[in-house]
């Protein structure tokens, strides 16, 4: 009893994560509510005596979100991901997309029939499967990890309080682009105001193509 209802409850959340993904307001918001919906998948795994692959997919994918998330700090437009956007496109198209691509998953997992595949007795399959994925590449994956580990560090390290754009309370403002030095006085590349082509421009004498 306290397994179906375990089981029945983590599906739920999956789902639930899930259709926030595409709801979130946020790239960093989207990418963790990913998170807690693949973290629902594995726990099913696990109450479905599948392990080795439901913990493989909290760590896997669990870090993958963290680490995406990061970046977006480090990365993105002030205030690091956090400002509100609309995250799908073509909104009937997706709705289409999402309802047949469902619908034909869950067909297959109804309908198909899966051959019946016992390990044999005496053999570890999880030792069997690590050895078949890791036991001629061990270094490249070591390799991965501390690259991995060097980017995060230098992810955190080149990111502030401030972002790249200024500060968090200010809005997202790309910075002046000037054109190249001519002799003439610097003025703004065409295009680059911070309302687009046809936004305001900025009254001060430099974009104005004076002298200060």
């Known amino acids: 009893m306290i397994l179906n209802v375990t089981f029945w409850a983590f599906s739920a959340l ?48 669990g870090g993958e979100m963290t680490i995406m998330a990061v970046f977006m700090v480090a990365f993105m437009m002030n205030p690091a991901g956090l400002n509100p956007m609309t995250m799908v496109h073509r909104n009937s198209v997706a709705i289409v997309a999402g309802v047949v691509s469902f619908l034909a998953i869950a067909a297959l997992g109804v309908f198909a029939r899966f051959p019946v595949a016992r390990a044999p007795v005496g053999i570890d399959p999880t030792r069997r499967l690590g050895v078949e994925l890791l036991g001629d590449s061990m270094l490249v994956f070591q390799t991965a990890g501390v690259t991995l580990l060097a980017a995060m560090i230098a992810a955190v390290a080149i990111s502030s309080a401030r972002g790249r754009f200024g500060a968090g309370d200010e809005g997202s403002v790309e910075p002046d682009q000037l054109v190249p030095d001519t002799g003439a006085a610097p003025e703004r590349v065409a295009g680059m105001q911070p309302g687009g082509p046809d936004g305001p421009r900025d009254p001060s004498p430099m974009a104005a193509g004076g002298h200060t």
């Open 14 to 61: 999956a789902v639930f994560s899930g259709w926030r993904v595409f709801r979130a307001d946020s790239m960093v918001r989207a990418a963790y509510w990913l998170l807690v919906s693949f973290a629902a998948v594995g726990v099913i795994l696990v109450l479905l005596k599948a392990e080795f692959l439901g913990l493989i997919l909290i760590l896997m994918m």
